[in-house]
């Protein structure tokens, strides 16, 4: 019974790491594109860049995790936080 439980957390556990890097994988298309898109047309802030990559990975992998993961996100008005 113990052999049973205990694959069945391997399984969960490389289910989690399986999505967890499919969430990064097209996160970091979405900055690669969003990063090219500002470097030639320039259409926000390095500040606003940043804000808007950070909070696109951290609304992207929140479902994925039970324990809250950075609450203080979003904060406050871009650049709100010392970098």
Do not use: I
Not at 13 to 26: D, F, I, M, P, Q
Not at 58 to 71: D, S
């Amino acid at each position: 019974m113990e052999e049973v439980a205990e694959e069945a957390g391997v399984s969960r556990a490389k289910s989690a790491r399986e999505a967890v890097s499919g969430v990064l994988k097209s996160w970091l298309v979405f900055v690669q594109v969003l990063c090219v898109d500002w470097l030639t047309h320039a259409t926000c802030t390095r500040t606003e860049l940043r804000d808007v990559c950070v909070g696109a990975v951290l609304g992207a992998l929140r479902p994925l995790f039970a324990e809250g993961l950075a609450p203080d996100w979003p904060r406050q008005g871009p650049g709100a936080w010392a970098p």
